[in-house]
């Protein structure tokens, strides 16, 4: 937030409030030219920004079991196969040069 009010105060010197008729112009090429956000915005606004998934107070976890679907089994050796081994062979995946998944 800070970054963009100092943005918009910067903005604003070039153009003062009620300088259009309806006050709507849109900001030029040449005026958005010099607005930059750099780390220490970033690090500003990590402390104070909650992921969406936080939002609630809780994740939630679903109740659905893969037998609940059915006709995935497919899809599930595919998902097991793309993630889960890598993981639980990571040593073996990275003797061959493959990388391991994370998150």
Excluded: H
Excluded at 61 to 86: H, S
């Amino acid at each position: 937030l800070e970054a963009i009010e100092r943005a918009f105060a910067s903005l604003s010197e070039l153009r003062p409030a009620g300088d259009t008729e309806d006050g709507t112009q849109p900001y030029t090429p040449e005026e958005m030219a010099s607005l930059a956000v750099n780390m220490d915005d970033f690090l500003s606004a990590v402390a104070k920004v909650q992921p969406s998934a936080r939002r609630e107070g809780f994740s939630t976890i679903p109740d659905v079991k893969w037998e609940d679907i059915g006709a995935l089994a497919e899809v599930r050796t595919d998902l097991d196969g793309a993630v889960c081994e890598p993981i639980r062979k990571a040593a073996l995946f990275r003797s061959f040069g493959l990388t391991v998944p994370v998150g």
